[in-house]
């Protein structure tokens, strides 16, 4: 599982590259948009999309994957939730999409903010 530690009630953005087997996935054709779905330890479900989101969740370079998560604000991320589990979704029409990565979610883990 790939994991991606940060500092509780971080704001910077979170980078990441979308690969499937290894390689980049390229988002500059065919996609119509991305979901991030972020679960805490307590099940809260929070969702954002490229489209209705966009602030939060952007397409950086299509063509080798690369996004960019902005935490909304910093009471997202608080240490007694973590883990958070990321699933990403790349739609390529409104009812058709797949699952990056495939087999597990991207987990975030934070240490506590002193």
Do not use: W
Request: aromatic share 10%.
């Amino acid at each position: 599982m790939e994991t991606i530690t940060i500092r509780e009630k971080q704001t910077a953005p979170i980078s990441m590259q979308l690969l499937s087997n290894g390689n980049a996935i390229d988002l500059s054709t065919g996609v119509v948009y991305i979901r991030l779905d972020m679960i805490d330890n307590e099940s809260k479900t929070y969702r954002y999309t490229s489209v209705d989101s966009s602030t939060y969740l952007t397409i950086v370079t299509p063509s080798t994957g690369s996004i960019k998560f902005t935490p909304p604000s910093e009471e997202i991320f608080r240490y007694q939730k973590s883990p958070y589990d990321l699933y990403i979704q790349i739609f390529e029409t409104s009812s058709q999409h797949y699952s990056c990565p495939e087999n597990e979610p991207v987990q975030i883990i934070l240490t506590k903010e002193y």
